[in-house]
């Protein structure tokens, strides 16, 4: 192969793979045994909390921004069913989203409560438990065009939960239904908030993660490839205010957001099909 070929294969690979993280910064490669992230949370620290989903340890993780893994905790009563988001409160408390629920069948739908991890002094962490159900489910699993009851989204406002499902249902209609439930240990129906369509298109439209910025004057929901920010609202419907959608030209498995302050987000996503297992930053200036 001439020299020029080459050089000319390096550059379009090269193009190629920065084309796939659209307008995400690559901040750092995440360890390959956490190919399957499914959540993250910062406090601020130049450090990530990070959690994998259903099939993995019951372990969260603190991470640097180089990528090394800092610190891991087991969660003692809190197993890992399908651990799909982290979210914070003011107070420090973090909460897994342990309601991962492909099928639509779960009746063992948990939120779990932990102390502040970055205290903690040993390897363990204890975990209250917040169950809940939906209101409107009746069926396990429901029929296949009322496949709303997965969820890989929450962020804390107040003193509640806000809890934002992944539509599954064939014809896929876009549409995601908002719950809460308290913050405190107990077993709650939640309460049903409303509901929104993002977008219509099932490959790029279905919510992964979301998190309200530390103003609490914006809500960010993440897809697969979008954000759709949220302003101007009034609680407990976000959905009321205005919301922009922002094609972020990446198309890669993105699972994971959180505020890093109020201006700029991380975004994390699988490793899938050879691509991905990144950390990113996004600049919503």
Request: proline fraction near 4%; include cysteine.
């Amino acid at each position: 192969m001439s020299k020029i070929i080459y050089l000319s294969l390096l550059i379009l690979a090269t193009l190629t793979s920065c084309s796939n993280y659209g307008q995400l910064n690559v901040i750092a490669d995440l360890p390959g045994s956490l190919s399957e992230n499914s959540g993250l949370a910062t406090y601020k620290d130049s450090t990530i909390w990070v959690i994998e989903d259903g099939g993995n340890k019951d372990d969260i993780y603190q991470i640097n921004f180089k990528g090394e893994i800092l610190k891991s905790l087991e969660v003692k009563n809190g197993k890992n069913h399908d651990w799909e988001d982290l979210t914070k409160d003011a107070a420090g408390n973090l909460y897994i989203a342990d309601i991962g629920n492909n099928a639509n069948d779960r009746k063992n739908l948990t939120i779990l409560k932990l102390p502040n991890p970055t205290i903690e002094p040993g390897d363990k962490i204890e975990a209250e438990k917040i169950e809940l159900r939906y209101p409107d489910q009746k069926e396990f699993p429901p029929k296949k065009d009322a496949f709303f009851y997965d969820s890989e989204a929450i962020f804390h406002h107040g003193n509640k939960i806000y809890i934002v499902t992944k539509n599954r249902s064939k014809s896929f209609t876009g549409e995601a239904r908002i719950y809460s439930v308290p913050d405190t240990k107990g077993n709650y129906e939640a309460s049903f908030i409303g509901s929104f369509t993002p977008c219509t298109d099932w490959k790029i439209c279905q919510i992964t993660s979301i998190d309200i910025s530390p103003k609490g004057d914006k809500i960010i929901a993440l897809s697969y490839g979008k954000l759709f920010i949220f302003t101007d609202f009034t609680w407990d419907d976000f959905t009321k205010g205005n919301m922009q959608e922002i094609d972020l030209g990446a198309r890669s498995q993105l699972e994971s957001v959180c505020f890093l302050n109020d201006d700029t987000l991380l975004i994390s996503d699988e490793k899938a099909h050879g691509e991905g297992g990144n950390l990113y930053t996004y600049s919503l200036k």
